[in-house]
């Protein structure tokens, strides 16, 4: 895991300092505690990744509540073979992943643009580079839109991407740059208009 990252594993989100592997292990215990902690120190990136993944806030807080109960159910078969943050979010964009099957491979709606009201022409062509880029992304392939949430929102390397995916590391790099690509000509093509 990055530097930026490794420090979430071990103290964020409290319970006595316990690292997530420890939580796991008195979750598995019946601490509800312990798993209470591992909610409050994940709940914010999970729900984040999956509503980058679904593009819808209702989807994604559903996503993330089957994600706990799954983490939950699944304690006591819990062998730490990565990081906790690894195999949770391979639960979280397999979820995303069912959810968008159910959905008849429709694209996410994106959330609904924003009345400028007011703002500075700066702050307004900001949000409208955001929304170039959040319809670029909604629009890629699931496996690309989840390297690109993964590799660029969520900082995570090529390797930990190839954890959470169950992927090659050259797999990932390879859609890695096609996701990029394609992005590019979305967005060039956007600019064009």
């Not at 215990?29 to 980058?52: E, I, K, P, T």
């Amino acid at each position: 895991m990055s530097d930026s990252n490794q420090g979430n594993e071990c103290v964020a989100g409290g319970s006595d300092g316990a690292d997530d592997h420890e939580l796991m292990r008195r979750t598995a215990a019946g601490d509800h505690a312990a798993f209470a902690a591992l909610v409050r120190r994940h709940q914010a990136r999970v729900l984040a990744l999956a509503y980058r993944l679904l593009g819808r806030w209702d989807a994604a807080e559903d996503v993330g509540a089957e994600a706990f109960v799954r983490v939950y159910e699944r304690a006591r078969n819990y062998e730490p073979q990565a990081q906790f943050t690894t195999w949770l979010y391979r639960i979280v964009a397999n979820l995303c992943w069912d959810q968008r099957r159910r959905w008849s491979r429709a694209p996410a709606p994106l959330p609904e643009r924003e009345d400028a009201g007011g703002k500075p022409a700066d702050a307004i062509e900001r949000d409208e580079t955001r929304q170039a880029v959040r319809r670029a992304v909604a629009s890629l392939p699931d496996r690309q839109r989840l390297v690109i949430l993964l590799h660029r929102f969520e900082g995570l390397d090529h390797r930990e991407i190839a954890d959470i995916t169950g992927w090659s590391a050259s797999a990932v790099e390879s859609c890695l740059v096609r996701a990029y690509a394609r992005l590019r000509e979305l967005l060039s093509c956007e600019k064009s208009k």
